[in-house]
């Protein structure tokens, strides 16, 4: 019998990375949690402190924080979140004030609030080999 592929750490958070960034047209802001991240790229680190520079950041201890509603139209902003994202106890985009995509527990859980039928259904369903509910 043969098992299907599981997905390494690494590859989750590609594949999130990779979800967001699709995604980035149809969405306006988002906000990530920041936790202490034990072991993760210079680039990851470097986005979190960015972010944790932010005006509006709430930082409750050195090993955590949170964004206010960061605008995602900012290339710098943009990236910074989509290298922290995947890392995040909680992350969420945004579109017109409803969630697009929520990520949570470090990429374990991945959620994308589509409307059937739109572009941004397509698009994602064409991208990812994902069984989508409606």
């Known amino acids: 019998m043969e098992f299907p592929h599981v997905a390494t750490e690494d590859e989750q958070r590609d594949q999130v990375r990779a979800l967001l960034r ?9 906000q990530t949690d920041m936790p202490a991240f034990a072991e993760a790229p210079p680039a990851v680190v470097d ?11 709430k930082a409750e201890s050195e090993n955590y924080a949170m964004t206010s509603l960061v605008d995602s139209a900012d290339d710098r902003l943009w990236e910074s979140f989509v290298q922290v994202a995947p890392y995040a ?8 004030g409803r969630y697009l995509v929520s990520v949570a527990d470090e990429s374990q859980s991945v959620v994308v609030y589509l409307v059937p039928d739109s572009d941004i259904h397509s698009a994602v369903a064409d991208q990812f080999d994902l069984r989508l509910l409606d």
């Not at 980035?24 to 988002?30: D, T």
């Not at 106890?89 to 017109?96: G, K, L, M, P, Y």
């Open 47 to 57: 986005a979190r402190a960015f972010l944790r520079s932010l005006k509006g950041t």
């Open 22 to 30: 699709l995604l980035r047209p149809h969405g306006s802001e988002f």
């Open 89 to 96: 106890f909680s992350a969420e985009f945004w579109q017109a």
